[in-house]
């Protein structure tokens, strides 16, 4: 074990994303290759409601007593941990037996996953010497997830082969250690009293909420791509469209065309190997990018990071349209994780400069809580409506695009002294309708 904390962190955190990447090679012959997903669509749609549930109304209500508690988020760590480890067992008979078991105890696995990347991003702050250590740490942080995926993926592979229980057993053995690391990370007070005025003015300023504005996007565009390339590689892209089947049907009566089986069902899905390409692209790009980045920070500014990363989102897009198939499913996923990677680099930077006087573990972990929301939100989308991969580039390139306009008018209002453009709220829009409709009755009074 390690002696310094950081290194009692990493360590941690190569267990649990070993653990991570083991369950999600289990998984890969279950969850979108065994079960037909048009059929699970609305069981994944109501799983993810239940994923964004922890972060968009618990998260707010019981984060500032785990800020406060010593050992809080630390107590999550191994919560976590614990939770998957025994989720991990019960799973190995659902996986082999492809029980329905096996999408609420996923979807759970999934919850238990993001809440550590929570805790995660408020703990890494207190194990760093000062603020110039913690991009670092977080590029660290990233790349050692990346060898620790591609370390289990060998054993995992091997295992595969025998059958998938095998796979989530080692998981469960990954996350048994986890626990055992989690407990030797230091116990200590995220923040000791609540924010101030003074830092929540430094969180609200212009130039934090443009930067958390794109990151919100591109974390949504990484939950979209997670599960529009899952059908896309099961071959769920919807069945043709009911007029195919129908213009046949008709026509048989007048010439000799009969109605074949693929214009009523959805084509094969591709080969199981496909699953790993993308796999592979998504792990390498997520290394490249947090090893690049803290290189181009010491060159560049934060906002040319993060309108970079914006940059190669859209043409991850446009890739993903232009080559198709495999070759452009591979470069979306390469593409979109070196974006999110390396964004997150920036941001991060980007909170460390504009508020010095914020308490980085509290200020990450609700930012990070709230980018969670907005990854379930993007995937959200490609569950619900069935498209096809191209459609889902062209979708990503436009949300990348429409992003990428916003934070560059709002980087430059920051510079000029100016409140940068925002889209209204839900809020904002339901006042405004309000008083429109108050006006109009005034008016009609008076007339």
């Not at 696995?109 to 890494?124: E, T």
Request: proline share 6%; aromatic share 6%; glycine share 10%.
């Amino acid at each position: 074990m390690s002696r310094t904390p950081f290194g009692r962190l990493a360590v941690t955190h190569v267990l649990s994303v070993a653990g991570d990447a083991l369950v999600a090679m289990a998984l890969a012959g279950s969850l979108f290759f065994d079960v037909d997903p048009s059929g699970a669509r609305w069981r994944i749609a109501l799983y993810l409601v239940f994923t964004m549930a922890p972060f968009a109304v618990v998260g707010p209500l019981i984060g500032p007593a785990m800020d406060r508690a010593r050992g809080g988020h630390q107590l999550m760590l191994v919560g976590s941990a614990i939770g998957r480890a025994l989720l991990a067992v019960l799973m190995v008979s659902a996986v082999a037996n492809d029980s329905l078991l096996l999408f609420p105890e996923a979807f759970l696995m999934l919850v238990l996953a993001k809440g550590y990347q929570v805790a995660k991003a408020a703990i890494v702050p207190t194990v760093v010497h000062s603020d110039a250590e913690l991009v670092e740490a977080n590029s660290k942080l990233q790349l050692l997830s990346g060898l620790g995926g591609f370390a289990a993926g060998i054993p995992g592979a091997i295992l595969l082969l025998i059958g998938a229980g095998h796979v989530m057993a080692l998981a469960a053995v990954a996350f048994t250690a986890a626990v055992i690391a989690a407990m030797y990370v230091p116990r200590t007070t995220v923040a000791t009293e609540p924010a101030g005025t003074e830092e929540k003015a430094e969180l609200r300023s212009a130039g934090v909420l443009t930067s958390a504005s794109a990151m919100g996007t591109l974390r949504a565009i990484v939950g979209f791509v997670t599960f529009l390339l899952a059908f896309a590689l099961r071959g769920d892209t919807g069945p043709p469209p009911s007029g195919t089947a129908l213009g046949r049907l008709v026509g048989s009566r007048f010439v000799d065309e009969r109605v074949q089986v693929a214009d009523v069902f959805a084509p094969v899905g591709p080969p199981a190997w496909h699953f790993g390409v993308i796999v592979a692209m998504s792990v390498a790009g997520g290394l490249l990018g947090a090893a690049v980045s803290p290189l181009l920070r010491r060159r560049f500014p934060e906002e040319y990071l993060l309108a970079v990363a914006v940059g190669l989102a859209v043409v991850a897009g446009g890739a993903g349209f232009l080559l198709g198939g495999l070759a452009g499913q591979a470069a979306l996923a390469l593409l979109v994780a070196v974006a999110a990677s390396s964004a997150k680099q920036a941001f991060d930077a980007v909170v460390q400069r504009d508020a010095p006087d914020a308490n980085r573990g509290r200020s990450f972990a609700r930012f990070e809580s709230r980018f969670q929301v907005a990854w379930v939100l993007g995937a959200f989308i490609p569950v619900v409506v069935p498209m096809p991969t191209r459609l889902g580039s062209v979708f990503v390139g436009l949300a990348a695009t429409a992003a990428g306009a916003l934070y560059l008018a709002g980087t430059s209002a920051v510079r000029r002294g100016q409140q940068p453009p925002r889209i209204p709220t839900v809020r904002q829009v339901g006042s405004n309708v309000r008083r429109s409709v108050s006006d109009r009755r005034a008016r009609r009074q008076t007339d």
